[in-house]
């Protein structure tokens, strides 16, 4: 973004119109570099000076302090002195005390005096004294990214950012609304999309009663325009607070606004703390459940929605969506109940900051509500997975037949499950069963694998030794297989352990 004060901006008709550069102000865009790159190693007041003679010359001033505001960030000053100014100006003023300095040959000599304290000739105290001060500081170097064309292009952007920064309410259509609505809520932004004649659109409301004219909100509006503009075709309306005054200003992708370098918003996982920290703590658990974060829109009457997670059962087509409302303002909470109340065919849980107290008309819409306070509690989230992968085991295995008779003679129900495209719970589900296999540990095996193992195994072996004959036959689970054989380990400290008879 540039300055506030840098805002170029027509009025005309009650609108909102930034003045855009053109390719007619590239000589001028050139001109600005061209200023920086001859005052290298020269005084930050020498590039000033110079910088002022070409507004002189430019048919608004505005327009050069914005290539030059662009450029400046990208240019390094430096405090370039024989001796620390800070520690110069002492040892000086403590000289010229001693000396009292009313003339130029007393100053002289404190500065004299003052050089000789530090080991350095008066001339470099002098040069020194005030180096630090901003017109003094030197112009290091200049590394800038930018042609002239693309500099023209980097302004454009800014000054459209800058105008957004006193946006209200910002309305978007894109032709990439997953990355649109990704960055929205990256960004923490509150928002809803709507269906319209001209397509889905994205409506970010912005500071109001307790977020009024925050400068973080209004930078946020900012840094989402650089999402926006990646879009091949895209149209953004917004509502400006003209200092008071409201007025409209209209972008699309047919306006110069592009985006000629860094990535449109830095990749933040999450759009709150209480959102991170529940992902991390679910996707340590060894569950039946895959977390998707941001799933796809859900229509909610003529809007729409997107929740913060969904969870899907990995033995079938089945999905639970997830919203985690946090403190959120009065307004927003009944927008999003609203939303909850239009959801049809949609199970839904939500977590519920218990300061919202609204629980109970969540439950009232047909959804699972679970309060919470700082964070989510896992085990709350996964009891009522529970429920629901009870029913869904019960509905899979009544598809299933009575008995399995697989034709391998040793194979995993996990296997086995994966064939059926079911749970290892479904194929253990009361009335299953497998008449030519013995169930040994969560692995399927023939009795005649067992017997000829019986014969291989003895008391005494090694365990290492016992593991390669299980091995051979297919069997991975040791400690299973070797109790139904009627064996134990005996372990001896870190080295191993030896088979021992029950």
């Known amino acids: 973004m540039l300055r506030k004060d840098l805002l170029r901006v027509s009025r005309a008709g009650g609108g909102y119109h930034p003045q855009f550069a053109d390719r007619a102000h590239r000589p001028l865009a050139a001109r600005v570099i061209g200023t920086f790159q001859g005052h290298v190693d020269e005084p930050r007041g020498a590039l000033e000076d110079a910088l002022t003679d070409l507004e002189r010359d430019a048919a608004d001033f505005k327009l050069v302090r914005g290539f030059a505001a662009l450029l400046e960030r990208e240019a390094t000053v430096e405090t370039r002195a024989a001796v620390e100014p800070e520690r110069a100006r002492t040892a000086a003023f403590e000289a010229a005390e001693a000396v009292g300095v009313v003339n130029e040959d007393e100053r002289a000599a404190a500065l004299i005096r003052a050089g000789e304290s530090m080991g350095v000739p008066a001339d470099a105290v002098a040069d020194s004294l005030y180096a630090d001060l901003e017109e003094r500081q030197v112009l290091a170097s200049v590394e800038s990214p930018w042609s002239p064309d693309e500099l023209v292009a980097q302004y454009n952007l800014s000054l459209a950012q800058t105008a957004l920064f006193d946006a209200t309410a910002v309305r978007v259509r894109s032709s990439d609304p997953k990355a649109l609505v990704s960055a929205v809520k990256r960004l923490r932004l509150m928002y809803?999309?709507?269906?319209?004649?001209?397509?889905?659109?994205?409506?970010?409301?912005?500071?109001?009663?307790?977020?009024?004219?925050?400068?973080?909100?209004?930078?946020?509006?900012?840094?989402?325009?650089?999402?926006?503009?990646?879009?091949?075709?895209?149209?953004?309306?917004?509502?400006?607070?003209?200092?008071?005054?409201?007025?409209?200003?209209?972008?699309?992708?047919?306006?110069?606004?592009?985006?000629?370098?860094?990535?449109?918003?830095?990749?933040?996982?999450?759009?709150?703390?209480?959102?991170?920290?529940?992902?991390?703590?679910?996707?340590?658990?060894?569950?039946?459940?895959?977390?998707?974060?941001?799933?796809?829109?859900?229509?909610?009457?003529?809007?729409?929605?997107?929740?913060?997670?969904?969870?899907?059962?990995?033995?079938?087509?089945?999905?639970?969506?997830?919203?985690?409302?946090?403190?959120?303002?009065?307004?927003?909470?009944?927008?999003?109940?609203?939303?909850?109340?239009?959801?049809?065919?949609?199970?839904?849980?939500?977590?519920?900051d218990e300061s919202l107290g609204v629980g109970e008309e969540i439950a009232a819409r047909d959804h699972r509500a679970i309060p919470y306070t700082n964070r989510v509690r896992t085990k709350d989230v996964v009891d009522v997975l529970r429920e629901y992968e009870d029913d869904l085991v019960a509905e899979s295995a009544a598809g299933l037949p009575e008995e399995f008779t697989p034709d391998e003679d040793v194979v995993s129900l996990a296997e086995l499950a994966t064939r059926y495209g079911v749970s290892e719970d479904a194929l253990e589900a009361d009335g299953k069963t497998f008449p030519e296999h013995a169930l040994v540990g969560r692995t399927l095996v023939r009795p005649g694998v067992l017997a000829e193992l019986a014969d291989d195994l003895e008391a005494g072996m090694a365990l290492s030794e016992a593991e390669a004959v299980l091995e051979a036959s297919g069997l991975t689970d040791a400690s299973a297989t070797l109790a139904e054989l009627g064996y134990r380990v005996e372990w001896e400290g870190l080295s191993g352990g030896t088979v021992r008879e029950r």
Do not use: N
């Not at 927003?332 to 239009?342: D, H, M, W």
């Open 192 to 352: 809803e999309i709507r269906k319209t004649p001209a397509g889905r659109e994205v409506v970010v409301t912005g500071p109001t009663h307790l977020f009024r004219a925050t400068r973080r909100y209004g930078t946020r509006f900012a840094r989402l325009l650089r999402t926006v503009a990646t879009a091949e075709e895209w149209h953004l309306e917004a509502t400006i607070d003209d200092r008071g005054t409201e007025r409209t200003l209209t972008l699309s992708h047919e306006d110069p606004v592009r985006v000629p370098d860094a990535d449109p918003v830095a990749e933040v996982s999450f759009d709150s703390a209480v959102e991170a920290d529940f992902a991390a703590r679910f996707s340590g658990l060894d569950l039946e459940w895959d977390l998707v974060r941001e799933p796809e829109p859900l229509a909610t009457g003529s809007r729409v929605m997107i929740p913060d997670f969904a969870f899907d059962y990995r033995h079938s087509e089945y999905r639970i969506y997830f919203e985690i409302m946090g403190f959120w303002t009065p307004e927003y909470v009944e927008k999003k109940l609203g939303q909850l109340a239009t959801l049809e065919d949609v199970d839904m849980l939500v977590a519920v």
